[in-house]
């Protein structure tokens, strides 16, 4: 079973790298789109579009780091701990920032940040308990909601077509429904599989005091074949 080891080779690797650049990426995306939305202190628009681009460029980045972590052999446990943190971490930050300037509405973002916060909850149970694996469900769920903050960049020009609740609003509810299904089945998995760990190691010790038993056992006779040779 796979543990959580902070060292040298865990750390230092190109995919680990990339995600701390996405990581870095999530504050200035979330400042252009505020002060773009806003048009503060004169501020053009167009820089919503530019923390489009960025959004863009981190979400990128994640292909290549699980390119190059699947074809140079650079898996590591904290990158896969790691990584779906800063992708959630761009799209609560992107949504948030869309909310604020009022391209998203509050909801959306009320139920990815409880979703998150349930996610945080089971991880605190089972951190070390479990091994992390890729849940399709989960990487459709992500996709449809990167679709969906992506469109909703461009709310403005929908809404005259569609009304406020328009295709990127939509877009988005698909991919929270996903994205809560993603959830709960991995924390049903995750601790059907604590509690299978779990019984095999009670097994395990019940084993146990039986072989020391019949080693016991064992050991008497041959004393006592000793004895008698004697």
Known sequence: MKRLQFTKKEICTIPNLLTLIRFLCIPAVIALVIVGGFEINGNPQWLVYVGLGLMVFAAA???????IARRFNQNSYIGQLVDPVADKAMHVGTILSLCI???????????????????????????????????MLGKVASFTISVGVIVSFFHNYISTLWGDYGIDWIIITI????????????AVESF?????????????????PAEETVAEEVSEVAVEDATDVE
């Open 175 to 186: 991919g929270l429904v996903l994205n809560w299904a993603a959830a709960i089945n991995y």
């Open 61 to 67: 980045t994640d292909v290549v780091d699980g390119w």
């Open 101 to 135: 300037i009022g391209y998203v509405h509050w909801a959306f973002m009320a139920l990815l940040a409880l979703r998150e916060l349930m996610m945080i909850v089971v991880g605190s149970f089972i951190v070390n308990k479990v091994n992390i694996k890729a849940n």
């Open 192 to 208: 059907k599989q604590v509690k299978a760990d779990k019984l095999a190691e009670a097994n395990k010790n019940e084993d146990a």
